[in-house]
């Protein structure tokens, strides 16, 4: 089992840049893949970025490519998302969690351990 703990999220300006990070209890933090998820107000949880156990794979939702970076330290159980350009429809909670393989999947079923999140509002 691993535990979860999402940081980083506040207040920025549209156009600005915040990095989340996610740090994981245990020692296995390595043999799981991971991912991060985010639900606005009024919406579904849905898919924002992925990673392969050493991060070598990853994948991204199309409303994020390009803008938003996985990345991972296995050396510190952590995982980060860099966001850069925020827009206000990024406005939202933002989870990470865990799938215990080694695959890079946007299933939310596939994740079975999930952080308790950290909000990120963007102003425009």
């Known amino acids: 089992q691993v535990q979860l703990v999402e940081s980083g999220g506040g207040l920025v300006q549209s156009g600005g840049s915040l990095t989340l990070s996610c740090a994981a209890s245990g020692r296995t933090f390595s043999t799981y893949a991971m991912g991060w998820f985010r639900r606005a107000p009024g919406k579904e949880r849905e898919f924002v970025a992925a990673s392969s156990r050493s991060g070598a794979i990853t994948s991204y939702a199309d409303s994020v490519k390009g803008r938003f970076t996985i990345s991972r330290d296995n050396a510190k159980n952590t995982t980060y998302l860099q966001m850069n350009s925020l827009k206000s429809e990024d406005t939202a909670t933002y989870y990470c969690?865990?799938?215990?393989?080694?695959?890079?999947?946007?299933?939310?079923?596939?994740?079975?351990?999930w952080g308790q999140g950290t909000q990120v509002t963007v102003s425009s």
């Open positions: 969690a865990a799938a215990p393989y080694n695959i890079v999947t946007s299933t939310i079923g596939e994740y079975h351990y």
